[in-house]
């Protein structure tokens, strides 16, 4: 099976009370920009218009926005840890946030004030490394844990930004438990990029943190004279990240809003089982969580995600992941002067799932029917990742690992 879907009929009407979404309002997240242009080398990823594949694939707009591109770190990651560090640390100096632009959160005299801070997190990779560059740049200390099986070029990007690092013999959700233990016997500061009950304040910060990317979008787009898309497909792990882009365009843009797709791995998909379950509650994935998508390969749900995702998503989606590997080859081999996109396993699901969608209508008319993708349709997918393990993109772009079959 390819893929499973779920449709949302909660995401239009009021069944739940709608999750509070103030948190996303424009002028805090006008507040995150601003943070983010104040990093170094800060640059604006690309919006990548592949017009040869809108046509082939009979939409009028198909962009691609490419993370991989993200402060030269390979993935979207670090726009929520870097923001979740900078407002820990305004609120422990006392400071408005406006007051601590990078140059001056990473000076000499703010380090004296806050003596040595240990941060510490559990991640497949990309969350750790921003966390990772963002401690070194502040000269703080990191500990990362990370799952069994996590690629050792993902460990090495994280080792050299200063990071102690471990791969534990845990799944993604345990390590994170882990890390959380080690964080209150030894008085480490967790930042991890999930909230459970109890622990929401510094996740919301990073959830805030990736409004960037919708930010730039908006800016990329009216440049170009170009209108919002009508369908954006997001991919989830945790769903911090389609919970951040889904609570800010719900917030901007109310009922006008572009259809959501979330997208996840069938051996990983906590957000297609607890929509599906139907009673409003998170449902959590154990085991295993197999998949080629590391940064996908969560099982449980954040809590405030879930809460916005459950209120204002319109499609579930659990894919298979030869969907994934048929993203990353068809973005790296674009059709005519398209441009190339460098996209990895949890960055290339959506435009892999798009991908198939249009190629088998007919396998999937009912669906194809309530997506009501047409040729008015303009497609946002968001690749948050590029190559981030070379060996595995090698692996199914040159060698044509998971292939349909
Ligand atoms: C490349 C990439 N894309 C998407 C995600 C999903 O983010 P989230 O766990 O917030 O759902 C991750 C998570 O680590 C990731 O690394």
């Not at 999750?19 to 002028?27: A, C, G, Q, V």
């Not at 966390?131 to 990007?157: C, E, H, T």
């Amino acid at each position: 099976m390819a893929l499973e879907w779920y449709q949302n009929k909660n995401s239009r009407d009021n069944k739940y009370k709608k999750s509070k979404l103030t948190e996303f309002n424009s002028k805090e997240m006008e507040e995150v920009y601003n943070f983010h242009k104040s990093l170094p080398n800060y640059k604006a990823t690309p919006l990548v218009e592949l017009d040869n594949l809108a046509s082939y694939y009979g939409v009028e707009k198909l962009w691609v926005k490419d993370e991989s591109k993200r402060f030269g770190l390979n993935a979207f990651k670090v726009l929520g840890g870097s923001y979740a560090i900078g407002k820990y640390l305004s609120k422990k100096l006392g400071k408005d946030m406006k007051e601590l632009p990078f140059p001056v959160l990473i000076s000499e005299e703010i380090k004296n004030k806050l003596g040595a801070i240990t941060f510490v997190t559990a991640t497949d990779g990309n969350h750790g490394r921003g966390i990772a560059w963002m401690a070194n740049k502040l000269k703080q200390n990191s500990v990362v844990y990370m799952p069994k099986g996590s690629a050792k070029m993902r460990f090495d990007a994280i080792a050299n930004e200063g990071a102690k690092v471990t791969i534990t013999d845990l799944n993604y959700d345990d390590a994170v438990r882990l890390a959380n233990e080690n964080a209150i016997k030894n008085g480490w500061v967790m930042v991890q990029d999930t909230a459970w009950d109890g622990y929401e304040e510094l996740p919301l910060w990073i959830m805030q943190g990736y409004s960037t990317i919708i930010n730039e979008v908006i800016e990329q787009l009216n440049a170009a004279k170009e209108e919002i898309p009508t369908h954006i497909f997001l991919q989830a792990g945790v769903g911090s990240f389609a919970g951040a882009v889904q609570g800010y365009i719900s917030q901007l843009y109310g009922d006008a809003r572009p259809v959501t797709v979330i997208c996840e791995p069938h051996g990983a998909n906590c957000i297609y089982q607890s929509m599906k379950a139907g009673d409003g509650l998170p449902h959590a994935v154990t085991g295993d969580l197999n998949t080629i998508m590391a940064g996908l390969a969560c099982g449980e749900p954040n809590t405030i995600s879930w809460k916005i995702l459950r209120d204002n998503a319109d499609f579930s989606i659990s894919c298979d992941d030869e969907l994934a590997a048929r993203g990353m080859r068809i973005l790296s081999s674009p059709l005519a002067d398209d441009k190339r996109v460098i996209s990895g396993e949890s960055g290339a699901i959506g435009l892999g799932l798009f991908s198939i969608l249009r190629e088998k209508n007919k396998e999937y008319e009912i669906l194809m029917k309530e997506l009501n993708i047409n040729e008015h349709s303009r497609i946002l997918c968001i690749s948050t990742e590029g190559d981030t393990d070379k060996e595995g993109y090698k692996n199914i772009v040159w060698n044509g690992a998971y292939t349909n079959k």
